[in-house]
């Protein structure tokens, strides 16, 4: 074999990331030191891996052949010094990780110290973002993500799924007499999140399926702060039944239009390559995730 193994993960970071510069930060390398690895193994191999000029840069065929088996090689490279290492100590090594805004905020994040003093030897990474992540690119470890996966090539692990209910604060429901039927709930509708901002939203009543216009209401992209106008009167709102628990319980919220139910739900989907055997460090953050939800969600 010409060609050196030590030159892949240089080679799969630019694959993954299609780009030489791109790659260069995730290796933290010289961009110079990028290319001259990059064009070495295209000489010892003797293939052209990528097509680049100013206008694009993209995998050849070949090199579309040749990513698939070196990231095959790292990852069994990979999982083999994570089980060795799984049977020496406890888990180590950085994770990277996204969490979706008000998962995050609501649910993990005030207990990442509980974490980092229970698993010391393991630096978490944390990007917060309310926009789709591509894994890859990202170079994470974990993607805990909102609403239906379009990535079939991703292991999926579902960590939560509620319904979305209607509700309204105690003294809006005072003031205003609602009943079942969506002509009598379109008038309170003001605020609504914006990934159910659209003409034409499917939910079911007592009157059949129905579609619902919510393209013209303000959208907020969050649903914690939507909660919050809520109870400040805000009218009714579709909010994850989740985040609605503890100020239903204590009242200050009232859910309405009981019959009227959409065909979505509030899922939170873990998501880890496929390609790779889950690390320890991603299972022991996921079973710390489920553990923090379940103290979140109980009475």
Partial sequence: MKWNTDDLPVFVAVGETMGIRSAAMRLGMPVSTVSRTLSRLEDDLDLRLFDRNTRQFRLTAEGEIFLQHAQTILDHVNNADEALSGLRHSP??????????????????????????????????????????????????????????????????????????????Q????????????????????????????????????????????????????????????????????????YCRAPLRAGRLVQVCRAIVPDDRARVTALTPSRRLQPQKARVFIAFVKACLADYASP
């Avoid at 239906?148 to 939560?160: E, K």
């Avoid at 129905?210 to 919050?228: A, G, H, W």
């Fill in 92 to 169: 180590t090594g950085t994770l990277k990780l996204s969490l979706p805004m008000a998962f995050g905020r609501e649910v993990i994040g005030g207990r990442l110290a509980e974490f980092s003093r229970n698993y010391p030897d393991i630096t978490v990474q944390v990007m917060v973002t309310s926009h789709p992540v591509n894994i890859m690119r990202e170079d994470l470890d974990v993607a805990f993500v909102v609403g239906p996966i379009d990535d079939s090539s991703l292991i999926a692990q579902t960590i939560s799924d509620t319904p979305l209910i209607w509700v309204c604060s």
């Fill in 171 to 242: 003294d809006y429901a005072q003031k205003h007499r609602m009943d079942d039927k969506l002509s009598t709930l379109k008038p309170h509708l003001q605020f609504c999140e914006r990934r159910y901002q659209m003409q034409a939203l499917p939910v079911r009543s007592p009157s059949g399926r129905q579609i619902l216009d919510t393209s013209q209401l303000t959208s907020i992209n969050d649903p914690v702060i939507l909660r919050d106008i809520v109870l400040q009167e805000g009218g009714v709102a579709l909010l994850p039944e989740l």
